[in-house]
């Protein structure tokens, strides 16, 4: 049998101490390897994030107009008195107006409200409201305005309602807005720069076939004479 022989301690700490240090070095060059790919790397994705961000905000409409600011802000403030009504549908009067459709108080303080606010800002212009009907100015310009578009999904609690404003010039539309207060879904659109769903562009469908195209309708609920 042969024994084995085990090396001085002395060199055995030199052994030690070399590969530590050897290690060491490797371990260093790594890291700085590895700190200038990171760095290339960076820079490629930062390039890359801001040319997406270019792109995106050539999808944008620059900036709403004047008047479509005005309806913006008349929508968000009415928006508020329509959140905490539909929250408390039960507890609402309501009254009839027609075969099937319904007025709530909700529909004329709704109506109010927006009515002043763009009167504030547009006092010349005139009105052609649902519950108010028309106004008794005459002029270039008039505000059309259904407070509550879709009265009864809003008595039943179907969050598929909007307010809806649009401004006439002459007889022609020249802009619109269309604000879900529930889904926070602002629709709007002017005349010669497009229309655009919460700042992003949208367009219609480019299928030609109505066998491949989803049509939908709306119309007064049905009503029976017992």
């Known amino acids: 049998m042969t024994r084995e022989k085990s090396l001085p301690n002395d060199l055995l700490e030199n052994i030690n101490r070399n590969s530590i240090l050897i290690v060491g070095k490797y371990l260093l060059k790594l890291d700085i390897m590895l700190s200038k790919f990171l760095q290339k790397c960076f820079k490629v994705n930062n390039c890359r994030y801001r040319n997406q961000r270019v792109f995106k905000k050539k999808q944008l409409m620059p900036l709403l107009s004047a008047n479509l600011n005005i ?47 763009l009167s504030l800002a547009r ?42 404003i649009g401004l006439e010039k002459n007889k022609e539309i020249i802009c619109g807005m269309i604000f879900n207060p529930i889904t926070n879904e602002l629709f709007y659109a002017e005349k010669g720069k497009g229309a655009y769903l919460n700042n992003s562009r949208i367009r219609v469908s480019s299928r030609k076939n109505i066998d491949e195209c989803i049509i939908l309708t709306g119309g007064p609920v049905l009503s029976y004479k017992n």
């Open 123 to 164: 006092p010349d212009y005139s009105f052609l409201a649902e519950e108010s009907g028309l106004s008794n100015k005459i002029g270039e310009f008039r505000w059309i305005i259904d407070p509550i578009d879709g009265t009864t999904n809003f008595l039943h609690g179907i969050p598929n309602f909007a307010i809806s």
């Open 71 to 117: 309806m913006e802000k008349a929508c968000k403030k009415a928006s508020k008195l329509l959140i905490r009504d539909f929250g408390e549908i039960e507890k609402l009067q309501v009254s009839k107006k027609g075969p099937g459709d319904f007025v709530t108080n909700s529909d004329k303080r709704t109506e109010k409200i927006i009515m002043n606010e």
